[in-house]
């Protein structure tokens, strides 16, 4: 476990470094909002391709040699982004192979499935979402002293190198996982990727559920993260090491709640409560950003959406872990963390036009996601 909690660890700090910077990077080459925006949609846009792929090639080949695979194309791509970074075509190549490389953290979750029984299942993917925490608490700290002071300085270089020295540490920690990873599932289903994924989750309603309640979660979420940067220059002059302190903020209530709390609550209380907790709280988040006078607003904001997007992502991926079969966990928890990653790179896509128009248009759009997804939650019954 604590081998995957490193990798986990280096696939989302490497891409949290570039958090603080890249949106004024992008922009200062020639970017408008809405463009930027776009450009790292492809980041999220080529993990929803490469998701469930990846979680298929696992049951098939193991766990720990494709997770090796994404490790090694993850460090290309931040190569990448750290040498060749000087126009547009360079960035969005970068990160989209980034993207493709970060579909392998579902197969890191299948592996948590994979070593744990259902019933600490919660706890072990808690300490992966931890991981994820604890990568956006330092990444965009030490991205924030990297990527410059001032939006009109914000350079991804240095943040993009120390990335790819961070995903050195995850290939060392590789070597460490347990044997039984290396091995394929003793019962193989054919076919693979995102569409077998799906076929899998259609005859399954719940399953199907709620990985288009993920969806929607995560479009609230995306529409909110790329132009926050935005938002908080415009309101109060702040820049990438600002945005950096926020992001580091958010993580470490992330890695509060993911590591020490969600396992105790989801024993106690249950998976089905927790996610309906989960879209309150990110409910309640959106509603500070949008309409929040002061500037602190936007930390009490970010410690709600941080609370959110924790309890809700854990729990509706041990609910998908329970609900499906051992040999096919790889492929449904890659179709599950699939339609996460399409809400990622879907949210991106407009909310810079939604912003252009009103800047606090896709706040209120998530609002009203959340509002759907709880009426959702009541008729799937995971009030009780």
């Known amino acids: 476990m604590p081998a995957l909690f490193l990798i986990v660890f280096s696939f989302m700090a490497a891409f949290a470094l570039l958090l603080p910077s890249i949106m004024f990077f992008i922009e200062n080459l020639g970017a408008s909002k809405a463009l930027a925006t776009r450009i790292l949609a492809c980041y999220s846009m080529a993990q929803f391709l490469a998701g469930p792929l990846l979680g298929r090639v696992s049951d098939r080949l193991g766990r720990k040699p494709t997770l090796v695979i994404g490790l090694a194309l993850a460090v290309s791509a931040y190569a990448i982004l750290a040498f060749l970074s000087s126009n547009l075509a360079a960035v969005f190549a970068g990160l989209t192979l980034a993207g493709i490389a970060a579909g392998s953290v579902a197969v890191a979750f299948a592996a948590v499935s994979d070593l744990t029984t259902p019933e600490n299942r919660a706890r072990g993917m808690g300490m992966l979402g931890a991981a994820i925490g604890l990568a956006f608490t330092l990444g965009p700290a030490l991205g924030a002293f990297l990527g410059g002071g001032r939006a009109a300085e914000a350079n991804i270089v240095a943040p993009a190198t120390a990335s790819v020295i961070i995903l050195l540490f995850g290939l060392i920690a590789s070597r460490f996982l347990p044997a039984m990873l290396s091995k394929a599932s003793s019962t193989r289903a054919e076919g693979g990727g995102r569409l077998e994924g799906f076929k899998a989750l259609s005859g399954r309603p719940l399953l199907l559920n709620l990985a288009l309640m993920m969806f929607v979660f995560t479009i609230a979420l995306a529409l909110m993260e790329p132009v926050m940067p935005y938002l908080i220059r415009d309101r109060y002059d702040w820049g990438p090491r600002e945005m950096g302190y926020l992001f580091g903020f958010a993580g470490m209530v992330a890695v509060i709640?993911?590591?020490?709390?969600?396992?105790?609550?989801?024993?106690?209380?249950?998976?089905?409560?927790?996610?309906?907790?989960?879209?309150?709280?990110?409910?309640?988040?959106?509603?500070?950003?949008?309409?929040?006078?002061?500037?602190?607003?936007?930390?009490?904001?970010?410690a709600f959406t941080s609370v959110g997007g924790a309890l809700f992502n854990t729990s509706t991926f041990a609910l998908a872990s329970k609900n499906a079969h051992k040999e096919e966990r790889g492929l449904i928890l890659g179709a599950v963390q699939s339609m996460q990653s399409l809400g990622r790179s879907g949210g991106p896509l407009v909310t810079g036009n939604l912003y252009q128009a009103w800047a606090i248009l896709p706040f209120l759009v998530g609002i009203a996601a959340m509002a759907l997804s709880l009426v959702w939650a009541g008729l799937l019954r995971l009030w009780r």
């Open 257 to 302: 709640v993911q590591g020490g709390m969600v396992g105790r609550l989801a024993v106690r209380y249950g998976e089905q409560k927790l996610v309906v907790v989960g879209i309150m709280s990110m409910a309640v988040g959106l509603a500070c950003i949008a309409w929040g006078p002061q500037p602190w607003f936007v930390v009490l904001a970010l």
